[in-house]
């Protein structure tokens, strides 16, 4: 077999998409990396509540509560994870569905506030992501509706294997 690149190049090579594949999958912290929906579904969009996806330090929510006005509102998870809403204080929201906050909105307004409480819960936009590394453009992204690791790197500017090799 003729290996063209030469052993110090191709394990460069995976070497730097090592690097890369750590870096995207450290963006988040604690919060899990972005993920391919299958293929028949599509990704959570914003104000469906998202069953898919789970929230993070960064996202902003619309939590509406019928016929209370004043418990009703647009809410960011803050950096403990949690968002403050009002009369109940702070509502652990992190690594939650939309659907799990909204039980959790529930039984803590129904717990002597709210006789039957109906909430929903709306993702208006997602937390940034970050990509650093072998990309002409690091930085902040937004994350979108269908977004995939390839759609990610591929708004980074990904630079193709083969000018990475010949670098070398």
Do not use: W
């Amino acid at each position: 077999m003729n290996n063209r690149l030469g052993k110090g190049k191709t394990a460069t090579l995976f070497a730097g998409a090592g690097v890369v594949t750590m870096l995207l999958s450290a963006c988040g912290g604690a919060t899990p990396p972005v993920q391919q929906a299958p293929a028949a579904a599509t990704a959570p969009s914003a104000g469906t509540g998202g069953d898919v996806y789970t929230l993070g330090i960064g996202d902003r929510v619309r939590v509406s509560t019928f016929n209370e006005p004043t418990l009703s509102g647009e809410f960011q998870v803050g950096g403990n994870g949690t968002i403050s809403f009002p009369l109940i204080g702070d509502v652990p929201a992190q690594n939650k569905t939309g659907k799990q906050l909204e039980a959790a909105l529930v039984e803590r307004l129904g717990a002597g506030y709210i006789r039957n409480p109906r909430v929903t819960v709306e993702v208006l936009s997602y937390r940034p992501f970050f990509i650093l590394g072998e990309v002409s453009r690091p930085g902040q992204y937004p994350t979108f509706d269908g977004m995939t690791l390839s759609r990610a790197i591929a708004l980074a500017g990904a630079i193709p294997i083969a000018p990475i090799a010949s670098r070398r």
